[in-house]
């Protein structure tokens, strides 16, 4: 697995130094670009509920700080590292400068299995986790949120203990909260609904009714739930597969997004769904469908597997779904692929929303913050698709160069480089 999760770093660097070429970036700037600012790497000690003490390892990366204070989500997961934390603070950097968003790219990990702590356990770690970087972290440094097994809770505590240690209520210093406790309105379903933003862009592009539109969701959490439940409820599609860390499942008529959800939620999986055949997570990704959306992990979309995928539009959802080799071949087959750093990207941008309102002391309403995300993420998708077609590369070549052209016009800027 170490060597897997290595491959996004390399294939992050790759798509760096392709664009980099086109950007006439120096050997000096190049060589800035490709590793973070700065790492920290911690040991928490936390009290499990057995009476024992166990030690986590976790990392906080601050890729690029030249746009603004960084920002990236915190993943708990067993197999995370800190080459997957690395590249995952690039692709924020460039999500953000992509995006038009006054902040850089961070992101966190902690080599846990939530699956197997308690409630108690995990909030206990999660305070530890902000004890440990705290030094380094802030409204105006650097802003952790959600990522893959942290949720709203987990940012609630994140939130208290971050304010504990300064004395003060900071509710600014993380996003991705309950709205309670100056959460957005919107944030839960901001990066599946941004997404699909950008995959009704696209279909008008390749002139694809999704109304008739079959659509397959490759992780069934709260990205990939949303996306299933938000391409049924907006567009009316018709979504004929999820699949979660278990297995897959298939209707050909059609699932009910909201009523898997409950049969997940009761049951600890997607699978033995009521009516529906049960695929394996490989199979999912070669059905017969007009849109693709991978919601889960990295490295999912391969050079084994890429020429069997018969999607026309791949909507990366998850962060790094496709590796390099993988690309190409969807490329030579010509599928529309949508990049993580365009697709995703309203998280952070509703994240973004987040934090301006805690800093204003403003609230604003679903409809405000969804009119305003769907504005960014069109602007986001024309402009990177008019780059692509004018420039005749690929949608994201053309991402990385408008994103990282951003990056470097600020270092410029500040004398950085
Ligand atoms: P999550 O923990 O809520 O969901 C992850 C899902 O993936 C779970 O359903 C899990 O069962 C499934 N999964 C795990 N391993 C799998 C495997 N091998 N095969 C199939 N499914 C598997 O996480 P999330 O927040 O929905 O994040 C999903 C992806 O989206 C990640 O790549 C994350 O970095 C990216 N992302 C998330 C956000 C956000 O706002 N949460 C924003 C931008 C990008």
Not at 267 to 280: E, F, Q, R
Request: aromatic content about 8%.
């Amino acid at each position: 697995m170490g060597s897997r999760r290595s491959k996004l770093l390399e294939d992050v660097k790759q798509h760096l130094c392709t664009c980099a070429e086109g950007l006439k970036l120096t050997p000096e700037m190049e060589a800035f670009l490709e590793m973070p600012m700065r790492e920290l790497y911690v040991s928490l000690p936390v009290h499990m509920d057995d009476g024992s003490i166990k030690v986590f390892r976790g990392f906080r990366v601050q890729y690029n700080e030249a746009l603004g204070p960084t920002k990236g989500g915190v993943r708990f997961h067993p197999e995370d590292t800190i080459e997957t934390t690395r590249a995952l603070a690039a692709l924020m950097t460039w999500k953000c400068a992509l995006h038009k968003l006054p902040l850089g790219g961070a992101k966190g990990g902690v080599i846990c299995n939530p699956k197997e702590l308690s409630h108690r356990e995990i909030e206990r770690l999660s305070r530890a986790y902000i004890r440990g970087i705290y030094q380094i972290i802030g409204p105006d440094r650097d802003i952790p949120a959600p990522d893959v097994y942290t949720n709203p809770q987990v940012m609630a505590w994140m939130m208290d203990e971050y304010s504990k240690l300064a004395g003060k209520n900071v509710f600014g210093a993380i996003t991705g909260k309950p709205t309670i406790l100056g959460g957005s309105a919107g944030r839960y379903d901001a990066t599946a609904r941004g997404g699909l933003y950008t995959v009704r862009e696209a279909a008008k592009k390749l002139g694809i009714n999704l109304k008739t539109a079959r659509v397959a969701v490759h992780g069934f959490g709260n990205v990939g739930y949303h996306a299933a439940y938000l391409a049924k409820k907006m567009f009316g599609c018709k979504v004929v597969a999820v699949s979660d860390s278990k297995g897959a499942i298939f209707s050909a008529d059609g699932l009910d997004p909201e009523d898997v959800s409950g049969h997940k939620h009761s049951t600890g999986s997607v699978l033995n769904y009521p009516g529906a055949k049960t695929l394996t997570n490989e199979e999912l990704l070669e059905l017969d469908v007009e849109i693709l959306i991978p919601a889960s992990l990295e490295n999912v979309i391969t050079k084994e597997n890429a020429g069997k995928v018969k999607a026309r539009i791949l909507a990366e959802m998850a962060n790094g779904p496709t590796t390099i080799e993988g690309e190409a071949i969807l490329n030579s087959k010509g599928v529309h692929i949508i990049p993580d750093i365009l697709c995703n990207g309203g998280g952070v941008i509703v994240s973004y929303f987040e934090m301006v309102q805690n800093y204003s002391g403003m609230q604003w309403g679903e409809e405000e913050i969804r009119s305003r995300l769907e504005r960014k993420m069109k602007e986001a998708y024309h402009s990177v698709y008019n780059f692509a077609s004018k420039n005749n590369v690929t949608m994201r070549q053309a991402a990385y160069t408008l994103a990282v052209g951003r990056v470097v016009e600020a270092m410029q800027l500040r004398g950085w480089i």
